[in-house]
């Protein structure tokens, strides 16, 4: 497994941006796909954007598309999620996440942080 440590979340208002941040560690960073999920209260956790190994492919639930980038650096061992036009709804708990497969199914991920919480208010 890999370990990740998340950070960049805050208190933010509907409109604002946020960028993300996950820092990995323990196994070779280019040879994992990589992803970001969120869980709000009360709810399952959600995919919300996955990025290949080399950076060239990115997938993203749908009702981010648009609004949130996801990028990686590999040379850093970093993985970021730059978070525009930020709606109540994003409100979240935000996890990294590591997998060897580019997918948008949690269980296919392996290796998750601790989690960084992103609150947007009205």
């Known amino acids: 497994q890999v370990r990740l440590v998340e950070s960049g979340g805050g208190l933010v208002q509907a409109g604002d941006s946020l960028r993300l941040s996950c820092a990995a560690s323990g196994r070779t960073f280019s040879d994992d796909c990589m992803g970001w999920f969120r869980q709000a209260p009360g709810k399952e956790r959600e995919f919300v954007a996955a990025i290949s190994r080399s950076g060239i492919n990115t997938h993203y639930l749908d009702s981010v598309k648009g609004r949130f980038t996801i990028s990686r650096d590999n040379s850093q061992n970093l993985v970021f999620l730059q978070m525009n036009s930020l709606t109540p709804e994003d409100t979240a708990v935000y996890y990294c996440?590591?997998?060897?497969?580019?997918?948008?199914?949690?269980?296919?991920?392996?290796?998750w942080g601790q989690g960084t919480q992103v609150t947007v208010s009205s």
């Open positions: 996440a590591a997998s060897t497969w580019f997918s948008f199914r949690r269980d296919e991920y392996d290796s």
